[in-house]
T-cell receptor, first 113, second 114 residues
Framework: ETGVTQSPTHLIKTRGQQVTLRCSSQ?????VSWYQQALGQGPQFIFQ???????GRGNFPPRFSGLQFPNYSSELNVNALELDDSALYLC????????????FGSGTRLTVV | AQSVSQHNHHVILSEAASLELGCNYS??????LFWYVQYPGQHLQLLLK??????LVKGIKGFEAEFIKSKFSFNLRKPSVQWSDTAEYFC????????????FGKGTHLIIQP
């Protein structure tokens, strides 16, 4: 059973740029959720994709968007990067939505300069 | 809005000491509660979870937690900690009602001194 893999592990971007982060879900999981973890804070829910459609969203602006593909892998896109977007971005996969059986990836550390 | 608060941001204990990490949530309805652990350089791992039934929940690695509804609390305990328990611990809540995701506390950084 493979876990959740995220790429890249680290990334440095300039303010105003756009970034795409990738996540491969655990085998057998059809739901992917994304979280932002700022330094010294707990993870904050960004959104969730279930069978290729967004079915839940936290308090994040529209410049945070995503996709889920037929193989249930997912992308998180952030446009017009701001310094405050610097954080660890976590992906979690599960079966049929809900956080009951989350498997988390190790995250992508994004630094915006 | 739902929120989760963890009382201690940093805790330092000696090996074999007993551990209790506090967690309170603010939500009046049905809530599911979780404790996650994040070891240095590793991904978040589920320690234990509470959905319903027995309010005393046992998890992995000798951890347990007690759900006290009247106090809106879900404290994590371990009778005797080990150096390998050094990690970041997060309490989280889920209120259901669709794909709302988990609400996490800010975390407690636990350091166990040998």
């Amino acid at each position: 059973e493979t876990g959740v893999t995220q790429s890249p592990t680290h990334l440095i971007k300039t303010r105003g740029q756009q970034v795409t982060l990738r996540c491969s879900s655990q085998s057998g999981h059809n739901t992917v959720s994304w979280y932002q973890q700022a330094l010294g804070q707990g993870p904050q829910f960004i959104f969730q994709y279930y069978r290729e459609e967004e079915n839940g969203r936290g308090n994040f602006p529209p410049r945070f968007s995503g996709l889920q593909f037929p193989n249930y892998s997912s992308e998180l896109n952030v446009n017009a990067l701001e310094l405050d977007d610097s954080a660890l971005y976590l992906c979690a996969s599960s079966l049929d939505g809900g956080p009951y059986g989350y498997t988390f990836g190790s995250g992508t550390r994004l630094t915006v300069v | 809005a739902q929120s989760v608060s963890q009382h201690n941001h940093h805790v330092i204990l000696s090996e074999a000491a007993s551990l209790e990490l506090g967690c309170n949530y603010s939500y009046g309805g049905t809530v599911n509660l979780f404790w996650y652990v994040q070891y240095p350089g590793q991904h978040l791992q589920l320690l234990l979870k509470y959905f319903s039934g027995d309010p005393l929940v046992k998890g992995i690695k000798g951890f347990e937690a007690e759900f006290i509804k009247s106090k809106f609390s879900f404290n994590l305990r371990k009778p005797s900690v080990q150096w390998s328990d050094t990690a970041e611990y997060f309490c989280a809540a889920y209120s259901g009602g669709g794909a709302d995701g988990l609400t996490f506390g800010k975390g407690t950084h636990l350091i166990i001194q040998p």
